[in-house]
């Protein structure tokens, strides 16, 4: 004879309200979306690799232009969002703790604060790019690199192409971060949605665990950017 209890268990998630119908049971369901963020991410860790790998090879090439290029950017500014979304790291764990364990008041809050983070990093990063329209480093017909000195080398220039260079891969890298954490705030704000309508709870809050993967993963791009962009030769 079955298991009661099995069956009871069976039955309770084949009447639970989000349980989509092409799935067994609420952990199958978990399971599969869990995997198939990490797939998801997999595919992304290559094309951020792809840059990175491409970053790395320009710069080995030209390290004295790229430590030039790198010291005009504020590392201060950099160093700032580094801590705003370590900040929004913590939130986000706070947020799935608190959708695990049925604390609706502090899974908005938490979801609020990361958001807030999320947008002061975006204003941060908004600075730091008009700094770089105003200087003339944006690459195009007005770039200008002129007579800037390599660091810890008084009588050695820049090269203004090489230097180019670093400041395309800078705004790309930069910038397709920046679009990963717009969309994120976006997936954020339909958790947001969904929490105030008390939609999750410690049976069903597997979006909030995924949003949380994705968040994450934007955080880690960022702590490779940091170094790899703003802390080039910053002192002879």
């Known amino acids: 004879m079955p298991d009661s209890t099995v069956i009871g268990l069976h039955h309770e998630d084949e009447h639970h309200p989000e349980l989509l119908h092409h799935f067994a049971d609420a952990q199958q369901q978990r399971d599969s979306a869990s995997l198939?963020?990490?797939v998801f991410l997999a595919t992304e860790v290559m094309f951020f690799g792809g840059l990175f790998c491409a970053y790395l090879v320009y710069r080995h090439w030209y390290f004295p232009d790229f430590a030039a290029a790198s010291k005009s950017i504020d590392a201060t500014l950099g160093a700032t969002n580094t801590a705003v979304l370590?900040?929004?790291s913590l939130t986000v764990?706070?947020?799935v703790w608190a959708a695990q364990t049925a604390r609706?008041?502090?899974?908005i809050v938490s979801l609020i604060l990361t958001m807030l983070l999320g947008m002061a990093f975006l204003g941060i990063k908004g600075i730091e790019y008009r700094e770089k329209f105003v200087e003339h480093h944006v690459p195009g017909a007005s770039f200008s690199f002129d007579k800037v000195q390599v660091p810890g080398h008084p009588?050695?220039?820049?090269?203004?192409?090489h230097a180019q260079i670093f400041f395309s891969l800078y705004f790309v890298m930069t910038g397709l971060h920046a679009l990963h954490m717009i969309i994120g705030l976006g997936i954020f704000l339909w958790l947001l949605i969904m929490a105030w309508k008390g939609r999750f709870t410690p049976e069903w809050h597997t979006p909030v665990e995924i949003g949380g993967l994705y968040w994450h993963f934007v955080d880690i791009v960022w702590i490779y950017l940091f170094p790899l962009l703003y802390l080039i030769d910053r002192h002879p």
């Open 36 to 38: 198939g963020m990490w």
């Open 93 to 95: 764990v706070l947020a």
């Open 155 to 161: 009588d050695q220039y820049a090269n203004p192409h």
């Open 86 to 88: 370590i900040c929004s």
């Open 104 to 107: 609706r008041t502090l899974l």
